[in-house]
T-cell receptor, first 114, second 113 residues
């Protein structure tokens, strides 16, 4: 069974631009969560989607948004990029929303903002 | 508010020695606790979880963790460290109010040959 796939793996943008990251969960998984990983802050929760609905949102500005499609694939978008948005963005999928089980992570999309 | 703390940014252990990576938590109600590992340039991998039952939980790669309710701790342990255990380790707790999984800032484990 294929794992969580994130694209692109690496990208470089300049301040003010916008970026869209994609995540394909494990087949059959309906919950997708996004995290931002930086050296100083560890993993910070961005949002979670389940059955095309945003179920949870972290403490990030409105420049960060996401969506989930009917096939459970998810995208996140960051508009008006800032230098501080440089990070590894991780997507994780799980079978459902009980969260008694584990999250399955992709390898991440590393964003550099110049 | 629910939170998880990893008090050590880095832990150094000689190969063959026992290792401990510390984690403390603060939650409302019964905690759901997790450990994940991240190897260089990779995503996180699940190691083990505590939901209920025995306080000693066994996981992947010979790791185990001990749940201590009185000390609100969930330390990760391994009896004999391997160089290949060198990685970044994250403790996580489920926020029962909204099902978010909150991660600590991570502890970098260095196993010295």
């Amino acid at each position: 069974k294929a794992g969580v796939t994130q694209t692109p793996r690496y990208l470089i943008k300049t301040r003010g631009q916008q970026v869209t990251l994609s995540c394909s969960p494990i087949s059959g998984h309906r919950s997708v969560s996004w995290y931002q990983q930086t050296p100083g802050q560890g993993l910070q929760f961005l949002f979670e989607y389940f059955s095309e609905t945003q179920r949870n949102k972290g403490n990030f500005p409105g420049r960060f948004s996401g969506r989930q499609f009917s096939n459970s694939r998810s995208e996140m978008n960051v508009s008006t990029l800032e230098l501080g948005d440089s990070a590894l963005y991780l997507c994780a999928s799980s079978l459902d929303r009980t969260n008694t089980g584990e999250l399955f992570f992709g390898e991440g999309s590393r964003l550099t903002v110049l | 508010a629910q939170s998880v703390a990893q008090p050590e940014d880095q832990v150094n252990v000689a190969e063959g020695n026992p290792l401990t990576v510390k984690c403390t938590y603060s939650v409302s109600g019964n905690p759901y606790l997790f450990w994940y590992v991240q190897y260089p340039n990779r995503g996180l991998q699940f190691l083990l979880k505590y939901i209920t039952g025995d306080n000693l939980v066994k996981g992947s790669y010979g790791f185990e963790a001990e749940f201590n309710k009185s000390q609100t701790s969930f330390h990760l342990k391994k009896p004999s460290a391997l160089v290949s255990d060198s990685a970044l380790y994250f403790c996580a707790v489920r926020d029962v109010r909204d099902d978010k999984i909150i991660f600590g800032k991570g502890t970098r484990l260095h196993i010295l040959p």
